[in-house]
């Protein structure tokens, strides 16, 4: 009676306008969450005992082996616990693509000789989440040189760095050109719970100093039972980045974007950062509680040197962060799982990005029209109210690429059902979205509901794919539909059904080929579930108990759902996934979003830092709803959102079900009039984020760079998170995120010319220049020395624009000269894959711009998106290359001239004709 009382009142509290905030109570602090008690007790404990106190775990030295190539160093770490030895095998890794991995194992487990009390069916060994997290098996290098040294041994790796392990106490540092970057256990934190023995005599002998005999077999949360079948078997251990005053990373936040520290202090946080996918429902800003996705993955920077740690651990994880004068110590908790661990030593933050991202992978390259503007509201109604905003955004102007469908596209939320009254003919509406080659997003969630007659719930149940509760039984819960099952997508068994469903012949949708999805409350979300979500002692398919893969639970749904695109699709398209929750390798298919947010300013303002931080953890395919989800922004908010959404990587709208329709062209002048020019400006920059897409396809760079990035020697941009660069376009923007704000100060982080981007004034000088902001300006700067690329006709969406011309803009730099560079394919299909593709990298010195083709000047390269031209060039400068009107064009051995204009500041080459196919060169 209790639980349904709960569910009502937490369905009714989604549904009412928002007054109160999160509610902190459905969720642990690190307090109530007893794993991460007992480990910061432990580290505490540490603290007081000083100096004189040495850590129980010790690298046996004689067990080291070196296998031949050098790359992996194999050994085992003795954890003395009374007169205890638990044997902790190790293994260090280098690897090709750069980074070192310490991984650590529990051998008992390992031999399968431990109880799993009442539970044959729990596996005893800990996870590793290298199967659904990593792209591929790692490569290893073979260039690490390894020298035993008198307390333990060293190796020599990529050149430049060093690793020196200490046997006893057992630490481990990594040194770069002979300075201290990161220690692994320097403080001692190190502990690995091992598996112990529930009742018996030896019980006490397993309980090591420090250690608090709390919640080990079993704890209560909010009248929720947590049964631990393999007992306490968290893993800690702190992560020192030495000389590094900055950390960011390990998304999902609502915080800045330089994390704070968390043990008290104005300004710091109290609690821990926690890694646990939640529907945090309707969280709050600048808080280190959780929310729907995870990525324990930390960067540090300062000036000359980057470092980055990945903790590959799909558990429940905390991270404290404190900071002395010089340094920043993490210290990671995770409740089970592997203590596995990547170092990531490099010069450049761009460096780390492409290691850890030739472990997880890289974001997959949207389609053009994925990174165009989506329009999404809970509830898009039938298909006429669809086909009726087309048109409205056809009139007023506003491009735009995809239209969504919340839950009740469905009948009575049944996935892959439609309310036939109100969507009598799903493909007819989609092939009318094709005539302008817009697409549609439907919702599909990881829960089905438990109803007669629904093929979808009784074939998973039938054939056993169900996620089971702690008695092996189907689990039951509650979500959208009622009461639900959850299918299990760690069980490979029922991809085939899911591609049946997907299948354009008599699948989802059926023939049509504008179909994408949208994959929501894969946390997963349990209304009725502790911390609203699934008990930690459910079972997965391969005995692994829900605590042990909660953090991967959404990224292995989402690749339920890709696979099953791919073949709908015949791998002719690349299909489109949003997904809520995410992990580490979740950039492999698709973007995610922020979830609910307010429809207040703060969480405008905050969502810049949420995207800089996705963008730095590998994971740059991000986005806020714009405009809020809960209640109704006004007409200024809305502007300033969508102003904002033009430099978000993934730009959708979204609103609650109760809130007002405010589709952009929905408010009176002035602010229908900027909205649709803002999202004018996004259509006209998307070769630029497409190229900036396609570094972060092939190397991990984020699509919006934090300042850092292109100025990594000037401190003083460490903790700007309301600035950012757009790729290596030399954009340099600053959205307004304050009510009514007349101007802003932008940070401009060195001495070379910024120039505005609509007025060309020049900005100069290292430091802060005022902006001023009436309601149509979006403050944005060009960095002199870059080259960026547009395309400046309005069309109705991205695709539409595919074979346009484009505007070449050139910022100068002081000596006038510029670099820049564009990706360009057909923005479709898999074709870039082979070869089918263009890179043109342009340069600008004196009175000559030039283009060269890195990827040759065959035909084939453009095959699919045909000869492309310039229309336009722009040069930008304080002092202008020519003053002449005409220029020179020469490309594959024609030459031909082009009119040259002049304008404030500006000079502009009409039509020059040049193609994005072929190396050329332009005379001023
Ligand atoms: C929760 C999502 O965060 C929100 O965007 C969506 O509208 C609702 N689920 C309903 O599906």
């Known amino acids: 009676m209790l639980r349904v009382l709960a569910i009502s009142l937490f369905l009714l509290a989604l549904l009412v306008e928002p007054i109160l ?76 693509t750069g980074g070192v991995r310490v991984s650590v194992d529990e051998q008992q487990r390992i031999d399968g000789k431990i109880d799993v009390y009442g539970h044959d069916s729990i596996t005893p060994n800990r996870y590793n989440i290298s199967q659904f997290a990593f792209a591929g098996p790692l490569k290893l290098s073979n260039d690490a040189v390894f020298t035993k040294t008198d307390n333990g041994f060293k190796v020599v790796y990529e050149n430049v760095n060093e690793m020196v392990v200490k046997a006893s106490p057992f630490s481990v540092d990594f040194y770069r050109s002979g300075k201290k970057q990161v220690s692994l256990n320097g403080k001692g934190w190190l502990n690995y719970e091992h598996w112990r023995p529930i009742e018996g005599d030896d019980v006490k002998k397993h309980v090591g100093e420090f250690e608090i005999e709390d919640g080990f077999w079993e704890e209560e949360f ?21 000389g590094y005053k900055h950390v960011y990373g390990i998304p999902e936040h609502a915080d800045k974007f330089s994390l704070r520290e968390t043990r008290g202090g104005e300004g710091n946080h109290q609690e821990p950062y926690r890694l646990y996918n939640v529907d945090i429902f309707e969280y709050e800003t600048n808080s280190p ?12 920077q300062t000036k000359g040197a980057s470092a980055g740690v990945f903790w590959a651990n799909a558990a429940d994880t905390y991270i404290d962060i404190t900071k002395d004068k010089k340094s920043t110590t993490s210290h990671w908790i995770s409740e089970a799982g592997l203590l596995d661990v990547f170092v990531f030593l490099s010069d450049t933050p761009e460096e780390i ?13 949207p389609q053009s029209f994925a990174i165009g503007y989506h329009q999404c509201r809970w509830n898009y109604n039938s298909e006429e109210d669809v086909l009726d905003i087309t048109e409205k955004f056809d009139q007023s102007g506003t491009p735009y690429d995809v239209i969504w469908l919340d839950v009740e596209y469905t009948e009575e939320k049944k996935y892959f059902t439609w309310n036939k009254a109100l969507f009598p003919d799903p493909v007819r509406m989609m092939n009318k979205l094709d005539q302008s080659k817009r697409k549609l997003v439907p919702i599909i969630d990881p829960h089905i509901k438990n109803a007669d007659n629904y093929k979808v719930v009784s074939t998973f149940k039938d054939k056993g794919w169900t996620t089971k509760n702690n008695k092996g039984e189907t689990f039951f819960g509650h979500c959208w539909p009622g009461e639900s099952i959850w299918l299990d997508p760690f069980n490979p068994a ?85 997904t809520r929750s995410f992990f580490a390798g979740s950039q492999r298919t698709g973007a995610m979003w922020t979830g609910d947010a307010m429809s207040k300013w703060e969480y405008l303002k905050i969502s810049i830092p949420q995207i800089l931080t996705q963008g730095v953890s590998g994971m740059p395919f991000a986005g806020s709803d714009v405009g809020g989800f809960f209640g109704d922004p006004s007409p200024e908010l809305l502007t300033r959102w969508t102003q904002a959404g033009v430099f978000y990587p993934f730009y959708r709208a979204h609103a609650h079900i109760d809130s007002k329709r405010r589709e952009p062209y929905m408010h009176e002048p002035p602010y229908n009039v900027t909205n649709r020019d803002a999202i004018q400006l996004r259509y006209r920059l998307l070769p630029t984020f497409y190229t900036a897409f396609h570094d972060a396809s092939t190397k991990g760079s984020p699509v919006l760079k934090p300042l850092y990035y292109i100025t990594p020697d000037n401190e003083r941009v460490y903790d700007i998170d309301d600035e950012f660069f757009v790729g290596d376009s030399g954009i340099l ?74 505007t070449l803009v050139i910022a100068l730099d002081s000596d006038g000269a510029a670099r820049g560079k564009l990706y360009n394919d057909d923005g479709i299909s898999y074709e870039f894959q082979n070869g089918d593709y263009v890179v043109q990298e342009f340069s600008v010195k004196g009175n000559k711009i030039q283009a060269k083709n890195s990827n040759g000047n065959d035909k084939a390269h453009t095959k699919s998106f045909g000869n492309v031209k310039f229309e336009r060039v722009i040069i ?5 290359p020519t003053k002449s009107t005409s220029a020179t064009i020469h490309q594959a051995g024609k030459t031909w001239s082009a009119q040259i204009s002049p304008s404030q500041n500006s000079i502009t080459i009409r039509n020059p004709r040049m193609s994005i196919g072929q190396d050329w060169s332009i005379d001023l």
């Not at 109570?25 to 007992?38: E, I, M, S």
């Not at 947590?226 to 251990?237: F, H, L, R, W, Y």
């Not at 509680?289 to 540090?300: D, L, V």
């Open 353 to 365: 990005n492409r290691q850890y991202g030739a472990i997880v992978g890289y974001t997959l390259l």
């Open 494 to 578: 029922a991809q085939n059904y899911w591609d049946e469903l997907f299948s354009k012949a008599g699948g989802f949708g059926g023939g049509a080929e504008n179909l994408h999805i949208w994959n929501d409350m894969n946390e997963p979300s349990v209304f009725d579930g502790p911390e609203t979500s699934m008990p930690k002692d459910n079972i997965h398919y391969g005995g692994w108990e829900h605590r042990d893969i909660h953090n991967i639970h959404g990224l292995t749904f989402v690749n339920y759902t890709m696979k099953s695109l791919n073949k709908r699709y015949g791998n002719k398209q690349r299909p489109f996934i949003l």
């Open 876 to 880: 930008v400068g304080e002092k202008l």
């Open 289 to 300: 509680m959780p929310m729907y996705g995870s990525i324990p993955f930390m960067q540090a």
């Open 733 to 806: 923007a600053m959205p307004v995120t304050d009510e009514g704000a007349k101007a802003v100060d932008i940070y401009v982080p060195d001495d070379k010319p910024y120039y505005d981007y609509d007025t060309y004034k020049v900005y100069k000088g290292e430091g802060t220049h005022v902006i001023y902001t009436p309601l149509e300006k979006i403050p944005m700067l060009m960095r002199g020395g870059h080259i960026h690329v547009r395309r400046d006709r309005h069309r109705r969406s991205a695709e539409l624009m595919k074979h346009d011309p484009l």
């Open 222 to 242: 909010d009248s929720f039972k947590d049964k631990k079948t393999k007992g306490p078997e968290a893993v800690a251990m702190d992560v020192t980045f030495e």
């Open 21 to 96: 905030g999160v509610k902190s109570n459905l969720f642990k602090n690190c307090d109530q969450n007893k794993f991460c008690k007992r480990n910061r007790h432990y580290a505490d404990r540490v603290v007081e005992a000083g100096k004189g106190w040495t850590s129980p775990y010790e690298l046996d030295m004689s067990s080291i082996e070196q296998k031949s190539d050098s790359s992996v160093i194999n050994g085992r770490i003795v954890k003395h616990v009374n007169d205890l030895e638990i044997d902790l095998p190790v293994t260090f890794s280098f690897l090709e």
